[in-house]
C-alpha cells in the first residue's frame, strides 16, 4: 500500500512544480496557495507512506537509494513548510517544489510496474526526445544570447559602443531573451527529465536507477533548476548568469553524448 | 532648356543675411510668380534656416534676374550685398547639388533628417501652384528617392552626434526601448534638458530634483514631468533607470555604496548614470559596479565625435550613390530628348511607305500571298535602311556624356526634325 501512497503524494507535488513553472512566465503569487495546499496534503500522503512502511519492517525505511530519497525528499518538504509559516517566503517554492517532486517520484520507483506495449513505448520515447531537444534548442539560444550579452556589456563599461551598423543589441532586449528561453527551456527540459525517468523505470525496472546516462541527466537538470532558482530570487542576471548558462549547456552536452548510442533503444 | 539651382546656404552667407532672405511659407507662392516672371517655366523655392534656395527650369536666367527674385519685396537686402554669396548650378550640377541636399550630404550636421521633409514640403507648396512642370517632376521625385536609398543603403543618419543624443543612444543600447523608463534629472543644464526632452520623446517618464524646490517644479513642468524631493533622491534611486546630474554641488551627490545598494534593491537591473557636471557629482569609483554604467562629459562627448567621423566616412559612401544616380537620371533625361525625334521619324517613314504602296500598288498587278509579302519586306528594309543613320546618331549623342559643355544630342535632335520636317509632338 505505502507506494500507492507515495505516489498519490508525487502525484501532489506535481501541481507544486506546475506552480514553479507557471511562476517562471507570470511572476504572479495568486497561484501559491493552491499549490501550497496541495504541496501539504502532498506531505500528509508521504509522512502515511513512510509511516506505514515503517510499522512494516520495524525500522525507518532507508534500506536503499529509493526510500532514502523519499525520505530526505519528506524532510525537505516538512522543513519548507515550517520555514513557510514562520517567514512566509514564497520564492524558494520554485525550487523546492521541482526538487521534492523529483526525488518523490524517484522514491516511487521502488517497485517494477508491468511492461508497456511497444507503440505506446515508442510513443513515449518521441515525446521524451522531442521534449528534451525543444529544451536543448531553447538552452543554445540562451546561452548565445548571454554570450552577446556579455560583449555588449563590456563594451558599454569600456565605454567603447562602436558607431557601425552591426551593432549588438540593446542589454535590456539580450535580457528578455536570456530569460524566455532559459524558462521556456527549463519548463521543456523539465517534462523531458519527467517522461524520461518513467520510460527508464518502466522500461529497466528498479534498475534504472544505476544507468549513468539518466544520473548525469538528473544532474544537468539540478544545476539546471539551481541557475533558474538564482535567477528568480537572488535576480542574477549579466556575467554570472550568462556563465551559468554556459555551464548548464555543457552539462547538456555531456546528456547528450553520454546518449549517442540511443538508437537501441528502438524496438522493433 | 536650363535647369538651375541658385541661392545661399550655410556655407556661402551668414546667418544675418540668411535670416533676411528666408521666406515663410504664405510668402512663398508670391516670389514663384516673381520667379515665372522673370522667366522661369517651372519653379521650387526652399527656404530654411541653412539655406534659401530657387530651383528652375528656363530658356535663360541670368544672375541678375536671380538676384532680382531673391531680393524681391525683402527689406533690408542690397542686391549688390548679396551677389557675392550666391550660388548658381546648371544641369548635372544642378541636379547633384539637388540630390546632394535631399540626402542631407549639404546639411551643416550632414545627416540630419528634418531637410528631406522641408524639401518635400517645397515641392507640394511648389506643385499646388501649379509651378512644376515635368522636368521639376522628375528630378525631386528621383530626389527623394537617392534620399531614402542613402537613408536605407548607408548609415548617414545612424549615429549621435551631439553630446545629449548620445546619451541618449546609450540608454538604447542598454534598456532597448526607453518606454516608461524613469529618468531623474538632478539639478539644471543645457545638456541635461536637452538629454531630458530626447528622452521625453522616446516616451521615459521625467523626474526632476534640484536643491531649489521651485527651480525642480519649473523644469518638470517642462518635461510634463514629477519633481522628487532632492534630500531623499539617493534613497530612491533604486526606482530610477537613468540619471542625469549636472548640480553645481560642491560634493559627490552619490557614493558608490549608494549605488550599490540601490543596485542590489532593483535586483542588478542595470542603472545608466550620466554625470555631466563639472566637478563629477557621481564617484567615478560606481563605474566598477557591475550593472551600473557610469559616462561622464567627456565619455559623451568622445562618443559624440567619434560618431561625427564614422559620419563623415558614411558621407563618402553616400556621395559615390549620388554620382551614380545622377549619372543615371542624365542618361533618362538624354533619352527623353531624343526618343520622340526617333519615334516621330519612324511613324513618318512608315507613313511616306504605306501611303506609296497604296498608291503604286495597281501597277503591280494580281500578287500572290508570298510575292505580297516580299513587297512589303522589301520596302520596309528600304526605310530602315535610311532611318538607320540618324536614330543611331542620335542615340550615340545621347550616350555620350557632355562632360559640363551644352548637350548635343538636343542640337541633333533639332537638326533630324528640321531635315525630316518632323511634326512636333
Redesign the interface.
Known sequence: MSVLWLRTAAALYGCGLLYALIYLFRKSTRLFRPALIAFGAGTIFHLVSIAELWAETGHLPLNNFYETSSVCAFLIALLFLLAYTRYQISVFGVCIFPLVFFMTMIGATEFPVAKWSPEFRNTWLVIHIATVLIGFAALIFSAMASVYYLL?ERQ??R?D?T???N???????LD?IITQSMNAGFVFITIGTITGVIWAFIESGTGWIGNPKIAFFLFTWAVYLAMIFLRVSA?????RIAWLAVTVLGCSVITWATHATLGSFWQR | MKLVVAGVNHRTAPVELREKLAYRPDEIPAALIELQAQGAKEAIILSTCNRVELTATAEDLSDDMLLAALGAGRAGVILEELRPHLYRLENNAAIRHLFRVAASLDSMIVGEPQILGQLKQAYSLAREHGSVGPMLDTVLTRAFSVAKRIRSET?IG??AVSVSYAAV??A??????LHKRRVLIVGAGKMSEGAARHLMNAGAEIFVTNRTPERAAEMAQLFRGKTMRYEVFPQRLAELDVVITSSAAPEQVLTRETVRRALEAR????IFLIDIAVPRNIDPAV?DL??A?L?DID?LK??AD??LE?RRGVAQEAETIVAEEVERLEAKLREREVGPVIVSLQEQLEGIRQDVLIRHRARLGSLTEEQHSAVEALTRAIVNKIAHAPISEMRREAAEKSGGEAPREAEVASVVRRMFRLRER
Open positions: 555588449q558599454l563599461k565605454k559602443v558607431p557601425s551598423a551593432r549588438l543589441p540593446p542589454l535590456g532586449t528578455t535576480g542574477w542576471r549579466g556575467r | 548609415d545612424r549615429n543612444e546609450l538604447r543600447e542598454i534598456f532597448g526601448s535586483k542588478h537591473q542595470p563605474q557591475e550593472h554604467f559616462y565619455d568622445r562618443l567619434r560618431n564614422a
